[in-house]
């Protein structure tokens, strides 16, 4: 069980627990204007839970869908929806199914976010576990391009794609997203002051418009959080400097 500050959720049985990425992620994406939003990859439903809790806090009710290729994660998913308790459960949907048959199966759908998390293993060593490569590398079951592709069939026309990626798969993304999409907004973060960009946040819109580009570290020199970090999950994590 992992313990946010105002709700739990368990992680046990899903390819991948719950981590600094999917925290990131929720915090930083944009969601004026949201009130259909797809988790794609969703595994346990963390980013869905903590949009959720966002969205709460400004008295909104959204309608959410987490999708993952694994089982066990949706299976896990809709029972922390079951105890969920800042919006109805019945807000949540999450789907057993690639992106790619959902794209299919509900192409009439439209979303205003499109919020995700995906497979990255792209240039790096494949992990050894195959639930996990599954769920994390990208080039046999969900290419950069197919999120690309399947996201502009699915998002509305004002809507944004939110996505999260180690640097090297950032620039892969941002040149492959090109041919459709603007990105609008990049978050560099630096995982301390003294090393590299390790992840970067981008969202992306069919329009453009002024690009706005922030950087930040997660631990300062002194390997401490700080506190750009400490105020982003301040309402979902309780951490000391």
Avoid: W
């Avoid at 990425?21 to 595994?43: E, H, K, P, Q, Y």
């Amino acid at each position: 069980m992992f313990y946010f500050k105002k709700f739990s959720l368990n992680h046990e049985n899903s390819t991948l627990k719950i981590g600094t990425d999917a925290v990131l992620l929720a915090t930083l994406s944009n969601l004026n204007n949201c009130s259909r939003i797809l988790d794609l990859g969703c595994g346990c439903g963390v980013v869905a839970f903590c949009v959720a809790q966002r969205l709460s806090s400004i008295y909104q009710t959204p309608t959410i869908y987490g999708i993952d290729i694994d089982e066990n994660s949706i299976i896990e998913s809709k029972q922390n929806a079951s105890f969920f308790n800042l919006i109805p459960e019945n807000c949540f949907t999450f789907e057993n199914i690639s992106f790619q048959n959902f794209s299919e199966r509900h192409s009439s759908a439209k979303f205003d976010l499109i919020i995700t998390n995906p497979p990255f293993f792209h240039n790096n060593l494949l992990p050894q576990k195959d639930k996990k490569t599954i769920s994390k590398h990208g080039d046999g079951n969900l290419s950069f391009e197919d999120i690309i592709t399947h996201s502009d069939k699915l998002l509305a026309d004002n809507a944004r794609l939110s996505i999260i990626l180690p640097k090297a798969e950032s620039e892969i993304f941002m040149t492959l997203a090109e041919e459709i999409f603007f990105c609008n907004r990049k978050v560099n973060i630096y995982p301390t002051k003294l090393k590299q960009i390790s992840r970067v946040f981008m969202e992306f819109s069919r329009y453009k418009k002024p690009f706005l580009e922030s950087f930040f570290s997660i631990r300062d020199e002194n390997l401490q959080y700080s506190n750009e970090y400490l105020e982003l999950v301040d309402d979902y994590l309780t951490l000391r400097r």
